[in-house]
């Protein structure tokens, strides 16, 4: 049998990570997420990451969402043309789930030992009128930009990819217990691997390589 050599790959997985919005997340998984801003605010938090807000219908936290949709809507006052969704990839830790007003635990669940709280589509909440899937994170590091999932004009897509590609070798060691490379969590941990072309440093579970020396 003839040895196979490659240079690059780019695949796609079916994991937790992309649940639907009407999916309950489990505790202790990484999910994709979105979040709606301003351009500007979009630039910020590529640069210096998030920042807790001081309250909301959750308390203090980051506000993201599985559901794009929902993160299209925000900022609700500003226009369209001001308007950036950015794709997450977030680390929930221990979740608590809030599906109806006034739940005891609806600003106090931190305080309880969870890290995330999850308020799942269609609860009947006043408070979310939209009826759509929201999470409150309550560590801003726990929530890290992987890409632009919506911007208002080409230009301003491709200044935040680029800023985004900038501020990425910037960004602090990976989650403990996870790859840096492939960011999924690793149990046993997992050796890493040259490129048997460009000669970068690569795990065999990231989802893209694109080898240098091949283009």
């Not at 001001?82 to 929930?92: E, F, G, I, N, W």
Request: charged content about 20%; aromatic content about 6%; glycine content about 8%.
């Amino acid at each position: 049998m003839s040895s196979i050599t490659f240079f690059g790959w780019s695949v796609q997985y079916d994991e937790d990570r992309h649940l639907r919005a009407e999916q309950e997340p489990k505790s202790g998984k990484r999910y994709t997420m979105y979040h709606g801003t301003k351009v500007q605010t979009a630039r910020s938090i590529i640069q210096n990451g998030f920042r807790q807000s001081a309250d909301g219908m959750l308390g203090p936290g980051v506000y993201v969402s599985r559901n794009q949709k929902k993160a299209e809507r925000y900022p609700l006052n500003s226009p369209v043309t001001d308007r950036v969704v950015l794709k997450l990839s977030v680390d929930c830790g221990k979740i608590k789930r809030i599906d109806k007003d006034n739940h005891p635990l609806q600003k106090t669940w931190h305080s309880q030992g969870y890290d995330t709280a999850w308020v799942p589509p269609n609860c009947g909440m006043k408070a979310v009128p939209s009826g759509l899937e929201e999470d409150c994170v309550w560590d801003p590091k726990r929530v890290g930009v992987v890409d632009i999932a919506l911007a208002p004009s080409t230009t301003i897509l491709a200044d935040l990819k680029q800023l985004l590609a900038q501020s990425q070798p910037q960004q602090g060691p990976a989650t403990p217990g996870t790859c840096h490379l492939c960011k999924c969590k690793v149990v046993p941990a997992h050796s890493t691997q040259t490129c048997w072309g460009c000669g970068d440093t690569i795990c065999t579970l990231m989802t893209q390589h694109k080898c240098k020396r091949r283009g």
